[in-house]
């Protein structure tokens, strides 16, 4: 896959849109790494949905986020990306 440009709009879940939002971060207990599941297109994440582990009686929508930022975000909270593709499958892993 080619390298994302800094300046690229992917999407990502947000947990409680509008008040108190935060970035859906996974974790993979195997391999102890925390991820942000990260995807290209609204749709692909829209897909990948119920595949995610969450509070399902917490309200998430998909967000669209500048990829700068969101390498940023991961870094600053210990976190590595995992761009994805709707059936969950990792296309590319960045970490900032």
């Known amino acids: 896959m080619e390298q994302l440009a800094k300046d ?4 990502v879940f947000v947990q409680n849109p509008g008040t108190n939002e935060q ?22 994440a829209l897909k990948c949905f119920n595949l ?8 998430y929508e998909v967000h669209a ?6 390498l940023d975000y991961a870094s ?3 976190f590595i990306l995992f761009i994805l593709n ?3 499958q990792i ?3 960045a970490a900032a």
């Open 8 to 11: 690229s709009w992917v999407y």
């Open 23 to 44: 970035i859906v971060g996974q974790q993979d207990g195997e391999h102890d790494i925390s991820f942000i599941p990260t995807f290209l297109e609204r749709d692909e």
């Open 52 to 59: 995610l582990v969450i509070d399902k009686a917490k309200k």
């Open 65 to 70: 986020i500048l990829y700068e930022e969101l």
């Open 76 to 78: 600053t909270n210990g």
């Open 86 to 88: 709707g059936s969950g």
């Open 91 to 93: 296309l590319d892993k």
